[in-house]
């Protein structure tokens, strides 16, 4: 990682752990060697060859002092000088905020969303909630509102770290990237294990105030449609499991902040209105940030109702307008009516993106969606009980949709439940060509059963 910043910070100071071991091999070379009495500064600094000033700069655990001041001291009493024995502690006050933004995008062009910032900020400021996550469908809005979200909080923060789980970094390479980059120092002794640098890690959280962003979260989580659980950790990432655990549970001054297009179970298990933990689902933008998006891109003509039905068939998700505003723009000369009439609703890149969500479902989310697909009313959870199949327990059914909703596949309203719009149009979509699939390939059936019909009754003659 690149820091914008980056700030010198020699030194480190012993933590609570590093002074105990200390005290204890100091009082046993005092009870072995100095008849039980306690050692004077003299005596210290004739056993560890340190001038009295740094060993009490090393004792006072307040100031820094150089690690290999804290190497000769621990040696001097037969200690080895491990990872958890010392920190490297920022002075907030001299310092700018040392920041990481990764792959962060260039969110300049940002509209809207004022609610939600304000929302997140109270809640991480006001009440110090330790981990916020940010849920939604792809494409609504989470990568660019979590940047958003890290700009405003820049001056709160002693460090700010976005990184993106695109790629899939095994946990202790990000727990490694982490640490590095609070501590930021060039040679570093990590521990080796995952809850070692763990450990490590949440030490820091406690000293420095770091914000720590993590996007697409989901790509270290199970594919629903394999495994038919939603939201648990891929084999070999269970380690996340174990760091957002503690985040989450231990007492510190830093949030981690994380987007995703579905729900960690963990996090449903720790989130609460009044918690530490909590969640934001992401809806989509109102009309008049889809408008400021439109306006950056050209000149476009609608009625208020035309724009209206515009947003609502993509439910102000700012991707697919994103794209469809292209179309707009490129074959129907800016004339939302014109796009509209077409009825053409799930195309492009839409249509992926639709079809990623869609692939990862399991198969009782699979029944129900297609199931609502089918019925043009919202139903509610008794009647899509009693409707859908009887091999699907209730508490299936209710998972299944607590799950399509968290992913806003599924919209609630009234205690009924209905498909997003996209999602139907794609379903729609497929059940048409479905259709038409079947209808050519019996009617191809019927005519080879014609021709073999006609071949036989030619081979009797
Ligand atoms: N508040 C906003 N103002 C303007 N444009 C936005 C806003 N939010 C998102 N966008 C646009 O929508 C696109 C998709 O947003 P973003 O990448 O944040 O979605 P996402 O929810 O993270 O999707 P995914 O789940 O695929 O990662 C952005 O590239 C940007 O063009
Ligand atoms: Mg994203």
Request: proline share 4%; net charge positive; charged share 25%.
């Amino acid at each position: 990682m690149n820091p914008q910043q980056r700030q010198r910070k020699r030194g480190v100071i012993l933590t609570n752990l590093g002074l105990q071991k200390l005290e204890a091999a100091k009082r046993e070379a005092e009870s072995c060697k100095n008849s039980e009495k306690r050692y004077t500064l003299e005596d210290l600094s004739s056993h560890t060859g340190l001038d009295s000033d740094t060993l009490m700069k090393v004792f006072s655990c307040q100031v820094k002092v150089d690690k290999r001041t804290l190497n000769t001291c621990f040696q001097a009493f037969h200690l080895k000088l491990e990872t958890n024995d010392y920190y490297f502690p920022s002075t907030p006050e001299l310092t700018p905020t040392t920041q990481f933004w990764g792959e962060a995008p260039d969110v300049s062009m940002f509209y809207g969303r004022t609610t939600e910032l304000t929302t997140l900020k109270h809640w991480i400021i006001e009440e110090r909630c330790r981990m916020v996550t940010l849920l939604g469908m792809g494409g609504v809005g989470k990568t660019w509102m979590s940047v958003k979200l890290a700009r405003h909080l820049l001056d709160d923060f002693q460090v700010v770290i976005w990184q993106s789980l695109r790629n899939s970094p095994p946990i202790p390479e990000m727990l490694a990237d982490l640490i590095q980059c609070i501590v930021n120092e060039p040679e570093i002794d990590l521990p080796t294990t995952v809850q070692g640098r763990i450990s490590l890690l949440m030490n820091y959280l406690k000293r420095v105030r770091c914000l720590l962003i993590l996007d697409n979260v989901e790509t270290i989580l199970v594919d629903t449609s394999v495994t038919h659980k939603t939201g648990y950790f891929r084999p070999g990432y269970e380690g996340y499991g174990q760091f957002f655990r503690q985040v989450g549970e231990a007492n510190h001054q830093s949030c981690l902040v994380l987007t995703s297009r579905e729900k960690p179970k963990q996090i449903g298990r720790m989130e609460g209105e009044t918690l530490p933990v909590r969640v934001l689902q992401l809806q989509g933008l109102q009309t008049k940030e889809v408008q400021e998006i439109f306006n950056a891109k050209g000149s476009f003509w609608g009625s208020q109702m035309e724009w209206h039905n515009l947003i609502e068939r993509y439910a102000g998700n700012p991707l697919a307008l994103n794209i469809v505003s292209t179309t707009i723009q490129k074959l129907f000369d800016g004339q939302i009516g014109e796009f509209l009439q077409q009825d053409i609703v799930v195309f492009g890149e839409i249509y992926h993106l639709v079809k990623q969500h869609i692939n990862r479902l399991s198969n009782v989310e699979n029944q129900i969606i297609k199931w609502l697909a089918i019925n043009y009313q919202p139903i509610s959870f008794s009647e899509l009980r009693s409707q859908i199949s009887p091999s699907i327990s209730p508490q299936q059914l209710l998972e299944a949709l607590e799950s399509l909703q968290e992913r806003s596949l599924i919209q609630k309203s009234a205690a009924c439940f209905s498909l997003s719009p996209i999602v139907k149009k794609y379903l729609n979509n497929q059940l048409t060509e479905n259709k038409t699939h079947y209808k050519i390939k019996s009617r191809d059936s019927q005519t080879r059963l014609i021709k073999s019909t006609r071949a036989k009754k030619k081979t009797l003659i």
